[in-house]
T-cell receptor, first 115, second 110 residues
Framework: EAGVAQSPRYKIIEKRQSVAFWCNPI?????LYWYQQILGQGPKLLIQ????????DSQLPKDRFSAERLKGVDSTLKIQPAKLEDSAVYLC?????????????FGPGTRLTVL | AQRVTQPEKLLSVFKGAPVELKCNYS??????LFWYVQYSRQRLQLLLR??SRESIKGFTADLNKGETSFHLKKPFAQEEDSAMYYC????????????FGAGTRLAVHP
């Protein structure tokens, strides 16, 4: 079975620019997650979708970050405008469901460097 | 506060030596604990969860609620065990959210 797909794999931008990341989850997975992993730290959940609805965005910096999952499949995470501290790996994960334990499967990540 | 602490950034051992990767958590309820692993140039993947109480690739982990710990152990390390290991906590109830520790890099030398 195909895994979680993410693009681009790498992105370099200057501060105050905008950037968008794309994620395609495993087919049939209702729940999609975006994590931010800063160098030297573990992944931190930014937002969790159940189908096309948001169930947890408590750690999403909403003044600059936005995410959508319009048709309950693919998702886009946007940063506008970027700051230096946004440099990180952005991981997308998916699971069959999200209301009880379901194994999360991770994508390869997008490494963002903000100069 | 919900927190996972992995006190060692790097653990370096020789092949055949025992390994223990430490994980402590802070959570007032009954959590589920997991170990995730990321091998070089591969994706983050689940290694084991405490509820399963199984051994994966020779690794075991026991949840100690008294000490709020979930240490990962293997009696004889192999070179292919070299990787980043993350301990994670899933709070009870609610959604399938994971809280990760900062990770420990295990380096197994020949």
């Amino acid at each position: 079975e195909a895994g979680v797909a993410q693009s681009p794999r790498y992105k370099i931008i200057e501060k105050r620019q905008s950037v968008a990341f794309w994620c395609n989850p495993i087919s049939g997975h209702a729940t999609l997650y975006w994590y931010q992993q800063i160098l030297g730290q573990g992944p931190k959940l930014l937002i969790q979708f159940q189908n096309n609805g948001v169930v947890d965005d408590s750690q999403l910096p909403k003044d600059r970050f936005s995410a959508e999952r319009l048709k309950g499949v693919d998702s886009t995470l946007k940063i506008q405008p970027a700051k230096l501290e946004d440099s990180a790996v952005y991981l997308c994960a998916s699971s069959l469901g999200g209301d009880r334990y379901n194994e999360q499967f991770f994508g390869p990540g997008t490494r963002l460097t903000v100069l | 506060a919900q927190r996972v602490t992995q006190p060692e950034k790097l653990l370096s051992v020789f092949k055949g030596a025992p390994v223990e990767l430490k994980c402590n958590y802070s959570y007032s309820g009954s959590p589920e604990l997991f170990w995730y692993v990321q091998y070089s140039r591969q994706r983050l993947q689940l290694l084991l969860r405490h509820i399963s109480r199984e051994s994966i690739k020779g690794f075991t982990a026991d949840l100690n609620k008294g000490e709020t710990s979930f240490h990962l152990k293997k009696p004889f390390a192999q070179e292919e065990d070299s990787a980043m290991y993350y301990c994670a906590l899933r709070p009870s109830g609610g959604y399938n959210k994971l809280i990760f520790g900062a990770g420990t890099r295990l380096a197994v030398h020949p």
